[in-house]
């Protein structure tokens, strides 16, 4: 009587559920572990997406061999490997006589929908456990977004994050607010100082997954080198002991900020190693927590953590589940254009794009603003078709997974799902870009220019976004300023910055 405890790469955690009963020494218990093609070519992940990913999955395998746990693990080149988790699951079952699988469920519908169809195909019991990592299941979310006509974030961020017990005193908020998002603002100082963080260089192990994926995705997207993540749970925790030492007291202030050639700035980069599971939501919420209470950082920094962990990866993941595979389906802007190429090859004058795309090349990494509001913010402008805009986000980041992926960038990039995440667009201009960074002043378009040759695209784009949707969000409160000045325009000159805007983007093709 053997089961098979199959643990996906985004499972990397000794204490998920398919392993929480697992004892050391149980030669009756497999650890089933395989690299398939599949998973690394569905989308054209980043090379350095899928090393990380690999090699840690790895590292995984032998810190369970060194507990005494039987692992069974495949590997992308093995000659046998299907390249399927079906395949591979099928094999391993087959291999050890398999009488049971057991699985924690999956963070993505595909793969869940994958799973389902498992017991069936193979002939043996598949037990199928919840993903207890969160601190939201998807009973409780959908308890709490049943009945409901919107889906704030905040009220679900506030109900969590007192039940959780993280920055409260007693039932009221720590500091007497909820959130002080309005704190997490300002904008850089030319000469302020950036940390240092620490980049891991590559173990023997890790290079030789380095070495695997440059020779099986030779043209592949993303560079490989330099490789800096972390790709066990200690070397995780160095990552976030680090962040809460040097960053996590001016994180607050400036997570909103950007600056040429500072990829990382404040920010905690720990985004990757939560979503595969080295590190876990509970855990790093806590000595965030732990930081203020001892004085070392303001509560706006550590408020502004607790709320994008706790809050908003914690919604995000609920609207996924409880919005359903159909989610990905709305268009509501009507958008049709093609993404520009420079999201692959950041060859463009635009230096905000430029600079975001070769930092994203260079590390699969972008933070949150660069995301939103300048990739983002473009996509949305030029009215880019938002099946494309998300295929582009999954694949280059290395945290991107569908359930966090897909809800940002249709509810919140693109706004492609009419409002059911985000109240309104998230469109700019330049001037927004302009105050938050520094990209503006090397540019080779002016900023301060609304139109003519020499004028930030963005400018004439962000008008152009706002004539070309003004019937659909006419009604929305939060886009009355802006459309309030678009209704005193004549119809010359709306006319003129649609063309302008239409060339422009008839260029990049």
């Not at 601190?135 to 959908?142: E, I, L, Q, V």
Request: charged residues 25%; aromatic residues 12%; neutral net charge.
């Amino acid at each position: 009587m053997t089961t098979v405890r199959l643990v996906l790469g985004d499972q990397l955690t000794r204490g998920v559920s398919s392993l929480s009963d697992l004892r050391p020494g149980d030669t009756s218990q497999v650890v089933l572990m395989v690299e398939v093609q599949e998973e690394a070519t569905y989308v054209p992940h980043h090379r350095q997406k899928v090393a990380f990913i690999l090699a840690a999955m790895r590292h995984f395998a032998e810190a369970l061999r060194a507990e005494g746990i039987r692992v069974d693990y495949v590997r992308l080149d093995d000659p046998a490997n299907t390249g399927t988790f079906t395949g591979e699951v099928a094999r391993a079952v087959g291999r050890h006589g398999a009488t049971r699988v057991i699985v924690t469920e999956a963070g993505e519908w595909r793969v869940r929908q994958m799973i389902e169809s498992w017991e069936a195909s193979l002939g043996v019991p598949v037990e199928v456990r919840e993903d207890d990592r969160f601190f939201a299941s998807h009973a409780r979310f959908d308890q709490w977004a049943s009945g409901r006509k919107t889906y704030r974030m905040e009220f679900f961020y506030r109900e969590i994050r007192r039940e959780a017990g993280i920055l409260m005193d007693g039932a009221y908020p720590v500091g007497g607010q909820w959130n002080l998002d309005a704190e997490n603002r300002r904008a850089l100082p030319s000469r302020m100082p950036i940390p240092a963080r620490p980049r891991p260089a590559p173990d023997t192990p890790t290079r030789e997954v380095i070495d695997l994926v440059a020779g099986r995705f030779p043209d592949g997207f993303g560079d490989l080198e330099p490789f800096g993540w972390a790709v066990t749970r200690q070397g995780a925790l160095v990552v976030l002991d680090d962040f809460l030492r040097t960053c996590l007291p001016s994180f607050g202030d400036y997570q909103d900020a950007m600056r040429h050639g500072a990829p990382f700035l404040f920010h905690s980069t720990i985004s990757p190693y939560l979503n595969i599971g080295l590190l876990l939501p509970r855990e790093v919420c806590v000595v965030a927590e732990a930081e203020y209470r001892a004085g070392r950082a303001p509560l706006n920094a550590v408020e502004g953590f607790v709320r994008q962990v706790l809050g908003w990866r914690e919604y995000i993941r609920g609207m996924y589940w409880h919005l359903g595979p159909g989610y990905a389906e709305s268009n509501a802007l009507g958008a049709t254009r093609t993404l520009p190429a420079f999201y692959w090859t950041a060859e463009t004058r635009m230096r905000c794009l430029a600079d975001s795309v070769t930092q994203v090349r260079r590390h699969a990494y972008a933070h949150h603003i660069q995301r939103l509001m300048v990739t983002g913010n473009f996509a949305l402008l030029a009215g880019v078709r938002p099946s494309e805009v998300e295929a582009w986000y999954l694949a280059v980041f290395a945290d991107a997974f569908e359930w966090v992926e897909l809800p940002n960038t249709h509810g919140m990039a693109t706004w492609a799902d009419g409002g059911i995440i985000a109240t309104k667009p998230y469109a700019a201009s330049g001037a927004y870009i302009d105050r938050m960074s520094d990209y503006c002043g090397g540019c080779a378009y002016d900023v301060k220019a609304r139109t003519g040759p020499t004028a930030c695209p963005f400018n004439y784009l962000y008008w152009a976004f706002l004539i070309r949707n003004e019937a659909l969000l006419k009604g929305n409160p939060r886009m009355a300023m802006p459309l309030r000045t678009l209704s005193t325009w004549d119809a010359g000159r709306r006319a003129a910055v649609v063309a302008e805007a239409e060339a422009f983007l008839d260029g990049l093709t």
